[in-house]
T-cell receptor, first 114, second 113 residues
Framework: SQQGEEDPQALSIQEGENATMNCSYKTSINNLQWYRQNSGRGLVHLILIRSNEREKHSGRLRVTLDTSKKSSSLLITASRAADTASYFCATGAYSGAGSYQLTFGKGTKLSVIP | DAGVIQSPRHEVTEMGQEVTLRCKPISGHDYLFWYRQTMMRGLELLIYFNNNVPIDDSGMPEDRFSAKMPNASFSTLKIQPSEPRDSAVYFC???????????FGSGTRLTVV
């Protein structure tokens, strides 16, 4: 399976600290995406990094991708209480039949303590 | 843009009853996805449509599950008969296609007792 696996499963930090979450996957991908899910809500797309990119920034988010190690990391700098949520990585790839699919990991639960 | 709209937000039903979940995708999005989320299995893709046509339903767990998309602005996921193990949060998502991100609805929390 190409399902991404996030690490750690849960992370608790103080407000203002940086939070780093990792994602590993097993097969070749076209891109990797990160999503956030607040409690009781749907997933929200944060950032997409293509397989030929190594790093991408969006505001306080920094994503890296290492295709040789089949891993990605999401860094949230200067965390805020509002960043408390579950974060999911999703790997996008084309199947043998040519259809594109996005497969999600089980997420990292981030708690930012005020 | 109101985003992806799902209804109902919560559904409690008795085992054996028929359940219908509804989804309105974002206008102009050609792809629609149905996912199921549980603590044990995480987020699982059930089925997806492209231009109203089902493309891959290999994730549909059993024949008790069926999905339709009669037009570009509406899709349903039906479970008949429902069982307690179907209890989960069901999400609908849409995408304009290609490798862009998905937009998710707020989900339907289904409880089968």
């Amino acid at each position: 399976s190409q399902q991404g696996e996030e690490d750690p499963q849960a992370l608790s930090i103080q407000e203002g600290e940086n939070a780093t979450m990792n994602c590993s996957y097993k097969t070749s991908i076209n891109n990797l995406q990160w999503y956030r899910q607040n409690s009781g809500r749907g997933l929200v797309h944060l950032i997409l990094i293509r397989s030929n990119e190594r790093e991408k920034h969006s505001g306080r988010l920094r994503v890296t991708l290492d295709t040789s190690k089949k891993s990605s990391s999401l860094l949230i700098t200067a965390s805020r209480a509002a960043d408390t949520a579950s974060y999911f990585c999703a790997t996008g790839a084309y199947s043998g039949a040519g259809s594109y699919q996005l497969t999600f990991g089980k997420g990292t639960k981030l708690s930012v303590i005020p | 843009d109101a985003g992806v709209i799902q209804s109902p937000r919560h559904e409690v039903t008795e085992m054996g009853q028929e359940v219908t979940l509804r989804c309105k995708p974002i206008s102009g999005h050609d792809y629609l996805f149905w996912y199921r989320q549980t603590m044990m299995r995480g987020l699982e893709l059930l089925i997806y449509f492209n231009n109203n046509v089902p493309i891959d339903d290999s994730g549909m767990p059993e024949d008790r599950f069926s999905a339709k998309m009669p037009n570009a602005s509406f899709s349903t996921l039906k479970i008949q008969p429902s069982e307690p193990r179907d209890s989960a949060v069901y999400f609908c998502a849409s995408s304009p296609g290609g490798v862009q991100g998905y937009t998710f609805g707020s989900g339907t929390r289904l409880t089968v007792v």
